[in-house]
């Protein structure tokens, strides 16, 4: 009697999925990346496919060789891989000196000056420049600056531009209370500062980037590293390209550059 009150144990059976192990077919997707992005991934080293084992796991697909037949049809996915394998290591005033020149280059100039940061992660690079421009007394409104990215999560990270300590580690303290409020262990850059960048998620090797506007200086730094021979040497070109004035120079990193010089 009242047996339908009893309460039914339903056991869901949890599905393990099965460790992707196809190795053989690793190197396809390190070509996949490579194709679209770029960046170069050597498919031996345990490192990268580590990393590719637990994106398959996170999105429970089973095999390399499924997650490249994924990643050709869904965009989602693909953009998902690009967040999750670029690295975006960058700071604050990273490499000063070549702020420092760009700034006496702008004091000099007498017209208004637009500056591609490409790529840009998090936004330390833009908002440095910008810091840096209005410190040197440049007024605000004779510059604006172009941030680019291919990962979306740090582009939507630079339009929220609240750092750790670590990111700022190179700011002067009085540069720090006058452009952001510390919130707890955070620090989040004012508005003034913010407006002064517009911020793109954007594939150098895409249509949208040769759309683009043309600047009066482009910094890429530190991104050529991540690229073979000839994907430097064209998007170097595609840089070149994007210069109003061509005799002028793009300000690649240090690593970059020492990448660079083995090209001549
Ligand atoms: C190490 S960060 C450099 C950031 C900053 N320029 C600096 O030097 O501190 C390299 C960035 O390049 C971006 N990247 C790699 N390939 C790209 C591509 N094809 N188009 C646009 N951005 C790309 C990555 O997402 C990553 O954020």
Same mark, same amino acid.
């Given at each position: ?27 396809? =997707? ?19 496919? =580590? ?59 007498? +017209? ?20 840096? /421009? ?34 700022? *580690?190179? /700011? ?5 209370? +006058? ?8 620090? +989040? ?12 998620? =954007?594939?150098?090797?895409?249509? +949208? ?14 991104? /050529? ?6 994907? *430097? ?32």
């Amino acid at each position: 009697m009242f047996d339908f009150f009893k309460v039914q144990k339903v056991v869901v059976k949890k599905q393990s999925i099965p460790e992707a192990t196809d190795i053989a077919n690793i190197h396809a =997707i390190a070509l996949y990346f490579q194709k679209h992005t770029g960046i170069e991934f050597d498919s031996s080293s345990s490192v990268f496919q =580590i990393k590719m084992k637990s994106f398959c796991k996170m999105h429970k697909v089973s095999s390399f060789k499924n997650i490249l037949i994924e990643l050709q049809k869904n965009q989602d996915l693909k953009q998902e891989l690009i967040n999750y394998l670029t690295t975006n290591e960058s700071y604050f005033n990273r490499e000063f000196h070549q702020i420092e020149s760009l700034v006496a280059s702008v004091k000099e100039s007498f +017209s208004h000056v637009r500056i591609l940061c490409v790529p840009c992660s998090h936004g330390e690079e833009p908002y440095s420049i910008a810091i840096a /421009l209005l410190e040197a007394g440049v007024s605000s409104t004779k510059f604006d600056i172009t941030g680019i990215d291919i990962n979306k999560e740090v582009i939507a990270q630079a339009q929220q531009a609240i750092y750790n300590e670590k990111a700022i *580690r190179n /700011l002067s303290a009085s540069v720090r209370s +006058s452009y952001f409020t510390k919130e707890g262990s955070l620090f +989040s850059l004012h508005s003034e500062i913010k407006n002064k960048v517009t911020f793109k998620c =954007i594939n150098i090797f895409e249509s +949208s980037f040769q759309k683009l506007e043309k600047f009066d200086y482009i910094f890429s730094r530190n991104m /050529l590293i991540y690229f073979d021979t000839s994907t *430097r040497i064209k998007a170097q070109k595609l840089f070149e390209e994007h210069l109003v004035d061509t005799s002028k120079d793009i300000y690649y990193g240090h690593a970059d550059v020492t990448h660079l010089h083995t090209l001549s």
